[in-house]
T-cell receptor
Framework: GAVVSQHPSWVICKSGTSVKIECRSL??????MFWYRQFPKQSLMLMAT?????????EQGVEKDKFLINHASLTLSTLTVTSAHPEDSSFYIC??????????????FGPGTRLTVL | GDSVTQMEGPVTLSEEAFLTINCTYT??????LFWYVQYPGEGLQLLLK?????DKGSNKGFEATYRKETTSFHLEKGSVQVSDSAVYFC?????????????FGGGTRLMVKP
């Protein structure tokens, strides 16, 4: 259980185009999902917290108009990179929080989406 | 704020060697501690966790004990395999951070040679 999927797994696009990445919790409902960015050989950087039915909370330094997040249902959050440029090329990873009564919530991660902007 | 510090890699070991990856943390309150593993080209997978002091998390031969007195959560495995080659991330949640956000260490790359 607690499987999170991402689609697509790899996308190559031209500079100036917009790219949408989907994150789905397959077997549980997630009121909260997180979006991370990972540069080569580096740790994960939290970009934003996505809450179902409300606006996402962005970390300092992350442009909310460039990285649009929508959490329309309890099993789906989307990240849209608008007007992508080569510097946006990165590995984007989402996670979904599985709440557990009487225990610590645990985040389960998707497999990641590699974005390459030409 | 909360922080996690891991030993820098890469760590290169021969198969069946003993593994230790050090992890220390800074946080107020009583955070939960995690180890995640990332295989090449993949996302993160939860390896093990511990939610309170002296708890030991274990999975797939890996172990880590929550040591509040030394603020540490070192990852150990008695006999590594080539298939354990990956990047390992130590993380915490529930310290200063609200909403169970995870704070990650920098990651430690493990390479196991046959």
């Amino acid at each position: 259980g607690a499987v999170v999927s991402q689609h697509p797994s790899w996308v190559i696009c031209k500079s100036g185009t917009s790219v949408k990445i989907e994150c789905r919790s397959l077997d549980f409902q997630a009121t909260t999902m997180f979006w991370y960015r990972q540069f080569p050989k580096q740790s994960l950087m939290l970009m934003a917290t996505s809450n179902e039915g409300s606006k996402a909370t962005y970390e300092q330094g992350v442009e909310k108009d460039k990285f649009l997040i929508n959490h329309a249902s309890l099993t789906l959050s989307t990240l849209t990179v608008t007007s992508a440029h080569p510097e946006d090329s990165s590995f984007y990873i989402c996670s979904a929080r599985l709440p557990r009564r009487g225990s610590t919530d645990t985040q389960y991660f998707g497999p990641g989406t590699r974005l390459t902007v030409l | 704020g909360d922080s996690v510090t891991q030993m820098e890699g890469p760590v290169t070991l021969s198969e069946e060697a003993f593994l230790t990856i050090n992890c220390t943390y800074t946080a107020t309150g009583y955070p939960s501690l995690f180890w995640y593993v990332q295989y090449p080209g993949e996302g993160l997978q939860l390896l093990l966790k511990a939610t309170k002091a002296d708890d030991k998390g274990s999975n797939k031969g890996f172990e880590a004990t929550y040591r509040k007195e030394t603020t540490s959560f070192h990852l150990e495995k008695g006999s590594v395999q080539v298939s354990d080659s990956a990047v390992y991330f130590c993380a915490l949640s529930g310290g200063n951070n609200a909403g169970n956000m995870l704070t990650f260490g920098g990651g430690t790359r493990l390479m196991v040679k046959p």
